[in-house]
Nanobody, 114 residues
Framework: QEKLVESGGGLVQAGGSLRLSCAAS????????MGWHRQAPGKQRELVAY???????EYADSVKGRFTISRDNAKKTVYLQMNSLKPEDTGVYYC????????WGQGTQVTVSS
């Protein structure tokens, strides 16, 4: 059974940095796109960034220049480096990946204090 497990969330002051990780497990050997979404309190879940299996990336306008998505295919892991964090980046961050179907992680909380 394929599974995604996120780590790296936490509490940080505005202007700080965090690095999220998401590791895939299960029998899948090839993973398609991998990405991160977030959901702020009272708001809909939104796409933050994604990366294809060949390394093509796309970002939400609100995080361009501050966040960097990357992946290690050998480790079946996707990362999200978040710099210059703002209070509006607060939310639950969910990892997603295509592994024969679209899978979601359980989410990790990111809180940015002003």
């Amino acid at each position: 059974q394929e599974k995604l497990v996120e780590s790296g969330g936490g509490l940080v002051q505005a202007g700080g940095s965090l690095r999220l990780s998401c590791a895939a497990s299960g029998g899948i050997n090839e993973i398609g796109f991998m990405g991160w979404h977030r959901q702020a309190p009272g708001k809909q879940r939104e796409l933050v960034a994604y990366i294809t299996s060949s390394g093509i990336t796309e970002y939400a306008d609100s995080v361009k220049g501050r966040f960097t998505i990357s992946r290690d295919n050998a480790k079946k892991t996707v990362y999200l480096q978040m710099n210059s964090l703002k209070p509006e980046d607060t939310g639950v961050y969910y990892c997603t990946a295509y592994m024969g179907g679209t899978y979601w992680g359980q989410g990790t909380q990111v809180t940015v204090s002003s």
